[in-house]
T-cell receptor
């Protein structure tokens, strides 16, 4: 099955700086890679996703890059703000179709220092 | 946007009792729903895939007789934790897609505490 590794487990950055979280996956058949943000005690919220036919996707301060050859993808947050503090999970799945659940990374606790 | 509702949001039960958790898709139909478990400060682990009108598919290591899943309609899946023990205490969360190849939407989760 799929195995997703995520680094770092904790990331502390100064407000206004950029944050980068990296993930690798093992199953070359995986082609859908979402990123979720989870605040304490709440549900994960999708913040951005990318499919394997695209190398990069951007939405305002958030971007995701994908390297299929190396089987890794990264989340980039620019101009970080205090409200960005949360746990971020990367995930991968085979097709994104109805039959596939997601395999999650272990999460990154992002701390934005004021 | 798509809404997945989960009930209850928290429950405390005594060891040996059973607890039922409901997951509803409020504004769409879901032939497939997914149940996850999350221990404190850990990741979400897929427990099982709930299929409308057929048996659920369980991940390796998840006891199907302990975690009973019923997906009787296109908008409702239930997870029953039978004969609960303290080690079953966790955050249980369901998810579903509106259509194939669309993002997963999560319920608000259920925090189960077994005393």
């Amino acid at each position: 099955g799929e195995n997703v590794e995520q680094h770092p487990s904790t990331l502390s950055v100064q407000e206004g700086d950029s944050a980068v979280i990296k993930c690798t996956y093992s199953d070359s058949a995986s082609n859908y890679f979402p990123w979720y943000k989870q605040e304490l005690g709440k549900r994960p919220q999708l913040i951005i996703d990318i499919r394997s036919n695209v190398g990069e996707k951007k939405d305002q301060r958030i971007a995701v890059t994908l390297n299929k050859t190396a089987k890794h993808f990264s989340l980039h947050i620019t101009e970080t703000q205090p409200e960005d503090s949360a746990v971020y999970f990367c995930a991968a799945s085979g097709s994104g179709g109805g039959a596939d659940g997601l395999t999650f990374g272990k999460g990154t606790h992002l701390i934005i220092q004021p | 946007g798509a809404v997945v509702s989960q009930h209850p949001s928290w429950v405390i039960c005594k060891s040996g009792t059973s607890v039922k958790i409901e997951c509803r898709s409020l504004d769409f139909q879901a032939t497939t729903m997914f149940w996850y478990r999350q221990f404190p400060k850990q990741s979400l682990m897929l427990m099982a895939t709930s299929n409308e009108g057929s048996k659920a598919t369980y991940e390796q290591g998840v006891e199907k007789d302990k975690f009973l899943i019923n997906h009787a309609s296109l908008t409702l899946s239930t997870l029953t934790v039978t004969s609960a023990h303290p080690e079953d205490s966790s955050f249980y969360i369901c998810s579903a897609r509106v259509v194939a190849d669309s993002p997963l939407h999560f319920g608000n989760g259920t925090r189960l505490t077994v005393t």
